[in-house]
């Protein structure tokens, strides 16, 4: 299963510099608004020191990482959930993404117009919650016209579904999103179908001036604070120290210009955690001769489950996995000497897959 993380942002605050940064594609970065006409896609390898050293141990002929899908998506204006400026555009590839990752401009610089004249992080972050919550309005009052009508018929299933829309309505109309209303299991399930925008998880990320990337400053913690009761991660980024590294050949290069300026890791990175934290994402291994490669998957997933990631396959005919703990994997050093230390065991279908277990499935079709 792949992330899918779509990049949004007002216009001018950083969002396509931050996208060249972090991907292989390359969006037009300008001091204009709309520099960005269709959503431009890079794919980004999730860094993995345990698949360096797994495959160091077996050598295999290829190492494949796993991946996260970053889509650039045309900035947005007010107005946009009307079809003003590209909001058309916008609000459908932000409905196609797992997760919403919010840029937004934490700097002071007057070489770089911003589109209402000053920086203000909580009147850019609102401009568009108000936006998605109005196309979330119109979607949920298109389907409650039609379940109210079944609810009056005695259509209990009606009745029910109408219940949750209308909770959902009331919270959005208080101009709250989504993904802030507490819900039953039962709720979001029906809720899920509505395919709401402002209910998907959300990164905001703080563009900052490189003085400030370590401690932030008075822009984000304006914003901390007004987002403090979302279901939301909050990451400090300088979208230009991002650059600087993206130019960088070697590893070796990029960790030791982190170090020289001061940090532990990229900005890059802490996108990266923040978004498996927030989905609830783990990574297991498969290793042969052949290949290392990484998997994600849900946490909490069982092994049938996760072996359908590699095939369906796998999943329909489980018949058991075999597994090393990644730990006991890098202390004994093959798959052969875990096995003989009775580090090697075999799980059955109601195995949950643990972050870092290097798996084998066994299975018939």
Known sequence: MGLKCG???LPNVGKSTLFNALSSAKAQAANFPFCTI?????VVTVPDERLIK???LVHPLNIVPTTIEFVDIAGLVKGASKGEGLGNKFLA???ETDAIVHVIRCFEDDNIIHVHGNVDPIRDKEIIDYELQLKDLETIETRLSKYK???VTGDKEGKKISEV???????LEQGKSARSLQMDAEGLKIIRDSMLLTIKPIIYVCNVEEKSVKTGNAHVEKLKEAVKDENAEVIIISANIESEIAQLESFEDRQLFLAEIGLEESGLNKLIKSGYKLLHLITYFTAGEKEVRAWTITKGMMAPQAAGVIHTDFEKGFIRAEV???DDYIKYGSETACKEVGKLNVEGKEYVVGDGDVMHFRFNV
Do not use: F, M, Q
């Not at 829309?165 to 919270?171: C, G, M, P, R, V």
């Open 165 to 171: 829309l209308d909770l959902y309505k009331k919270h």
């Open 38 to 42: 269709e959503p431009n896609i890079g």
């Open 7 to 9: 990049i949004v942002g």
């Open 93 to 95: 590839n932000i409905r």
């Open 149 to 151: 009508r079944a609810a």
């Open 324 to 326: 090393i703990k990644y």
């Open 54 to 56: 797994l495959s160091e």
